[in-house]
């Protein structure tokens, strides 16, 4: 085969908009999610060929957590109309909220025994 080498695949990530209106899931905050597509693609002579697996990527601006969005939202997010996402529409694929303080809400670092703020035992 002579073409091995000069195809490969690639990923590409596009800014769609924001959704608002649904609590974050693992922050609890009312946030503002960036959404964006992300799609892998093959290309030759760096011509994408075909596109596959696109999804749609939400994140929570406070807490930085990712989630995968509703495809069929996204999709109308990319014709430009309005949406009205349900939590249910939200799949949470990485929790990157920071751990907190059960009796004060201060963030704590990971390996703390005791809250550097209130002294509570974690
Ligand atoms: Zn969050
Ligand atoms: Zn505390």
């Known amino acids: 085969m002579f073409f091995i080498g ?3 695949t690639d990923a590409k990530v596009v800014p769609v908009g924001q959704i608002s209106g649904i609590p974050c899931a693992a922050c ?3 946030a503002n999610f960036s959404v964006c597509r992300q799609y892998s693609y093959v290309h030759a002579f760096f011509i994408p060929l075909v ?3 696109a999804s749609y990527l939400a994140t929570c601006p406070n807490c930085a957590s990712v989630y995968e969005l ?3 939202l996204g999709k109308q997010m990319l014709r430009g109309e309005p949406v009205h996402p349900a939590p249910a529409d939200l799949h949470l694929l990485k ?3 920071v751990p907190r303080c ?3 809400g201060a963030p704590r670092q990971p390996g703390d025994q005791f809250c550097s703020r209130c002294g509570a035992k974690l």
């Open 51 to 53: 596109k596959y697996g």
């Open 6 to 8: 000069i195809f490969g």
């Open 28 to 30: 609890g905050h009312l």
């Open 102 to 104: 059960a009796s004060c």
């Open 70 to 72: 509703n495809p069929e």
């Open 95 to 97: 929790n990157n909220c």
